[in-house]
């Protein structure tokens, strides 16, 4: 398992369009990918449940990933939230 802290930077959080985006994204690694957000594990390749979590801007997170791309998994998880999600 790797594992990194982040931040939320886009100004509308995780509403549809980047949460539709995020999951799209994690969906092509074979890795589990789960974002630890306010002590809840939420899968990060399910767009109801990343909407659901209500993760605002400016939100701490940290992402976990685990399996046999979980380092390419965990990077473009990373570098998707921090810039920004697309918006």
Request: aromatic residues 4%.
């Amino acid at each position: 398992m790797v594992s990194k802290m982040t931040k939320i930077v886009n100004p509308m959080g995780m509403h549809m369009r980047p949460a539709g985006m995020f999951a799209q994204e994690m969906m092509k690694f074979n890795s589990d990918v789960v974002l630890v957000f306010k002590d809840k594990e939420i899968n990060a390749k399910s767009i109801m449940n990343l909407m659901a979590a209500c993760i605002k801007c400016g939100s701490e997170l940290e992402v976990r990933c685990t399996g046999d791309d979980e380092q390419a998994a965990l990077d473009k998880a990373v570098s998707l939230i921090e810039s920004g999600l697309g918006e």
